[in-house]
């Protein structure tokens, strides 16, 4: 499945391409959840502490589906040491 990500503040320094701003596509396997996003993306795990599916809360068990629109954030304050 292919889900579209988009990564906020510091996460993206880790974003590939020109347009840091950009949606980046991901493939992963049936059955994945937000906490797969991070090795797929090569992000340090520690780092991504928020997460939105759909516009909607999630958490990293939360499973994904084909077309989903994924925001990352960072700890807001602190917790990346």
Same mark, same amino acid.
């Given at each position: 499945?292919? *889900?579209?990500?988009? %990564?906020?503040?510091? %996460?993206? @320094?880790?974003?590939?391409?020109?347009? &840091? =701003?950009? +949606?980046?596509?991901?493939?992963?396997? @049936?059955?994945?959840? *937000?906490?797969?996003?991070? +090795?797929?993306?090569?992000?340090?795990? &520690?780092?991504?502490?928020?997460?939105?599916?759909?516009?909607?809360?999630?958490?990293?068990?939360?499973?994904?589906?084909?077309? @989903?629109?994924? =925001?990352?954030? +960072? +700890? *807001?304050?602190?917790?990346?040491?």
């Amino acid at each position: 499945m292919k *889900v579209y990500v988009k %990564l906020f503040a510091l %996460l993206r @320094d880790h974003h590939p391409g020109p347009n &840091r =701003s950009a +949606p980046l596509a991901v493939t992963l396997p @049936d059955g994945a959840t *937000v906490a797969d996003l991070p +090795p797929a993306l090569q992000l340090p795990a &520690r780092l991504v502490r928020n997460a939105f599916v759909n516009n909607q809360a999630a958490d990293l068990a939360t499973t994904l589906h084909d077309g @989903d629109q994924v =925001s990352l954030f +960072p +700890p *807001v304050v602190g917790g990346a040491s």
